[in-house]
């Protein structure tokens, strides 16, 4: 399926926009003891223009982590370049937020410390990080009261908040997101992809959603991109044919049912391993 999502940005224009990420022929793999390296990635390419949202879905180990973490700056690839508004991505980029799936907040900060942490190493004064403060709170809907807690006094979905407010601090171009509410229940879950896709409308960085869920990648992307298994490549590119503003309702479109089964046929493709795989791929692989 090709061409652009009702409401999707226009995909036509340069590498050089503001937020347009482009991943081209990356390569990875892992050394491994007494053995040969293992192959995660293979030939990797994709491209996201700027406040486009794009989902990553795939077998386990087929390494939707790990190219995060590469688009990140946090790992380097054995070959193939990415880029972000054509400037070439190879170290942690102020530009480029990541959300784990667990939050990883310092457990001695309180919220609020948390959250302005980036602001901290960035060299931000007191009072820049306090205004600061106020707008993440406001833009993640972040209840006030709870900011002077530490993350031990939060719940998931709190904890998950501040996380995901921590990551906007510095107005990232890129947001990327690996499986962030995947330890939510299904209603959690659900009321989460929609206040990111609120958060979206204000914020419009560009968005990488990594997750298991079929109809979470159809309710927030406005492409799926399926994986193959390890080493991962890209093996389809579906177009999310719904337009914006999205609802729980429109999960039920006949439209919806039938990328659910496009997605699913090329899931299918994709899980069949190739014989000989290694099975102990690095927790990254994912």
């Known amino acids: 399926m090709t061409g652009s999502a009702p409401g999707s940005p226009d995909t036509s224009g340069s590498h050089h926009e503001t937020g347009a990420l482009h991943v081209a022929g990356i390569d990875l793999s892992f050394a491994r003891r007494g053995a040969e390296r293992l192959a995660v990635l293979d030939g990797f390419d994709l491209e996201v223009p700027a406040g486009g949202i794009v989902a990553l879905i795939g077998p386990n180990g087929s390494g939707k982590s790990t190219l995060l973490r590469v688009i990140a700056g946090l ?3 054995d070959r193939g370049a990415v880029t972000l508004a054509g400037r070439p991505v190879v170290a ?8 784990f799936q667990e939050p990883r907040l310092l457990p001695w900060r309180t919220a609020a410390d948390n959250i302005t942490y980036p602001l901290e190493l960035a060299g931000w004064d007191r009072e820049r990080r306090t205004q600061r403060l106020d707008e993440l709170i406001d833009l993640v809907a972040l209840e006030r ?13 709190t904890q998950q908040r501040v996380a995901l407010a921590r990551a906007l601090a510095l107005q990232p171009e890129v947001l990327l997101l690996d499986e962030p509410f995947s330890a939510l229940d299904a209603l959690s879950r659900e009321r989460f992809d929609l206040e990111l896709l609120g958060l979206w409308e204000r914020a419009r960085s560009t968005i990488v959603l990594v997750t298991h869920s079929i109809p979470e990648a159809i309710l927030v992307a406005d492409r799926v991109v399926v994986l193959s298994s390890r ?3 890209v093996v389809a590119d579906i177009v999310v044919p719904t337009s914006r503003p999205r609802t729980v309702a429109d999960l039920d ?34």
């Open 75 to 77: 790992l380097t690839p």
């Open 92 to 99: 942690p980029d102020p530009a480029i937020g990541l959300v």
């Open 145 to 157: 009261g709870i900011i002077g807690q530490r993350p031990s006094e939060l719940s998931g979905g």
């Open 231 to 233: 080493p991962g490549h």
């Open 253 to 286: 479109a006949a439209v919806v049912s039938t990328t659910a089964t496009e997605i699913r046929r090329h899931l299918g493709d994709a899980s069949s391993t190739p014989a000989g795989a290694a099975t102990d791929a690095p927790r990254a692989a994912a």
